[in-house]
């Protein structure tokens, strides 16, 4: 069947460190890949997306990497910051076209 | 930025009642969804609508749930008969093109709680 999971449900990092979210999914059909953060008390919010033929897309501070040898996905958020406390998810496309969600992974960040 | 907006926040209800969820979806976009979220779980699809019609439904989505678009701005989700296992987070989101990613808007979620 489909699934998306995350391998860690909390992630502490450093200020100012690199933060990387890890993402594992299933369906190898799957053709595009999401990432959403979620604050406290608020709605998932985009954050950046992959489709199956790129292996790496870069935001402002964000990255994401596609592995499709072995069904992988990573977030990396550089240098780190307050602001960046949440709970990330990934999401991936399946067969019809709406979103099937990991499990989430908490991100807490150490003054 | 436009929002998606939802009432209330926190709703809190007896079991076997009914509920209504409102959502005020962003204003030129056409399609629009509800999910939930089990507290510490992932987020779980419900509903698709568009032009007026449910498009897409999940398991999840059975007899008592339904789904209205009653006026041009408001889109509700009604539990007919709620039970325990309702209690969640409901998301409502809206699309203009009905694709996922940037532009699939998410509101701040209403948390529901039976008792």
């Known amino acids: 069947g489909e699934s998306v999971g995350l391998h860690l449900p909390t992630l502490s990092v450093q200020e100012g460190d690199n933060s990387i979210i890890n993402c594992a999914y299933s369906?190898?059909?799957?053709?595009?890949f999401i990432w959403y953060k979620q604050e406290s008390g608020k709605g998932p919010q985009f954050i950046i997306d992959?489709?199956?033929n790129m292996d790496k897309r870069q935001g402002q501070r964000v990255t994401v990497l596609l592995n499709k040898t072995v069904k992988h996905l990573s977030l990396q958020i550089a240098a780190t910051q307050p602001g960046d406390s949440a709970v990330y998810f990934c999401?991936?496309?399946?067969?019809?076209?709406?979103?099937?969600w990991g499990a989430g992974t908490k991100l807490i960040i150490k003054p | 930025e436009p929002e998606v907006t939802q009432t209330p926040s926190h709703q809190v209800t007896q079991m076997g009642q009914e509920v209504i969820l409102r959502c005020v979806p962003i204003?030129?976009?056409?399609?629009f969804y509800w999910y939930r979220q089990i507290l510490g779980q992932k987020v779980e699809f419900l509903v698709s609508?568009?032009?007026?019609?449910?498009?897409?439904k999940s398991e999840i989505f059975d007899d008592q749930f339904s789904v209205e678009r009653p006026d041009g701005s408001n889109f509700t989700l009604k539990i007919r008969s709620t039970k325990l296992e309702d209690s969640a987070m409901y998301f409502c989101?809206?699309?203009?093109?009905?694709?996922?990613?940037?532009?699939?808007?998410f509101g701040s979620g209403t948390r529901l709680t039976v008792v």
């Open positions: 369906n190898s059909a799957s053709d595009y």
């Open positions: 204003s030129n976009h056409l399609y």
């Open positions: 989101a809206s699309s203009e093109f009905g694709t996922v990613g940037y532009g699939y808007t």
């Open positions: 992959i489709r199956s």
């Open positions: 999401a991936e496309t399946g067969s019809n076209y709406q979103l099937i």
């Open positions: 609508f568009y032009n007026n019609e449910i498009s897409e």
